[in-house]
């Protein structure tokens, strides 16, 4: 069955906002379907729709989005265990996700990670090529990854983590969960996939 969203989309920089229906495909495996509930307009979104932030087009700007989700996959990495990666673990436990790897680069942290739910813990330092290792680990890439530092490096092996292509999206429950979510390339309302958590769009 064919699902339809409205969308405000840009098709050419600078140009205006286009009300328009757009298509939303059947969920895969390593996807997730957000019901989106309201969607914050930044200065990145403005950035990008003058084309100062280049990003493919067309696209429904709007990274910053409250909603629930509908339907998740079922690999997540995390990278560091500070307060969001701390919440990122714990969230995907309580929804009962098949595999959660954390990637943290304090061996100290290790043992919590686990305590929380992480099905395999992974120190940085120890792969030449972080994201290709994680790659091989998940039988060919993450559904999702929570990036929670803002480091370039980590940003890189959070993308390179995940099957293709890449947006994002923070961990979330299962059905009903609510809450926000950062998204890098919109141009498929309603859907998250392959995600990361990145700030710019």
Do not use: K
């Amino acid at each position: 069955m064919t699902r339809t969203r409205a969308a405000a989309v840009l098709r050419e920089y600078g140009a205006p906002l286009r009300l328009e229906t757009v298509t939303v495909p059947e969920l895969r495996d390593d996807e997730v379907l957000v019901q989106i509930h309201g969607v914050g307009i930044c200065h990145t979104d403005l950035t990008a729709a003058t084309g100062g932030v280049p990003v493919p087009r067309p696209v429904v700007p709007g990274h910053e989005g409250a909603g629930v989700v509908t339907e998740q996959g079922s690999t997540i990495v995390v990278f560091d265990l500070g307060a969001v990666g701390t919440a990122a673990v714990m969230t995907e436990r309580i929804s009962l996700c098949e595999n959660i790897i954390v990637v943290a680069p304090d061996p100290r942290r290790h043992g919590l990670a686990r305590s929380l739910g992480a099905t395999e813990v992974l120190s940085p330092d120890d792969h030449d090529d972080l994201g290709r290792h994680l790659r091989r680990l998940t039988g060919g890439g993450a559904g999702d990854a929570v990036e929670s530092v803002g480091a370039q490096s980590v940003i890189r092996q959070a993308l390179s983590s995940l099957t293709s292509p890449g947006v994002s999206f923070p961990s979330w429950p299962r059905r009903g969960a609510t809450g926000t979510f950062h998204s890098t390339n919109s141009c498929r309302p309603s859907i998250s996939r392959n995600s990361t958590t990145l700030s710019p769009l």
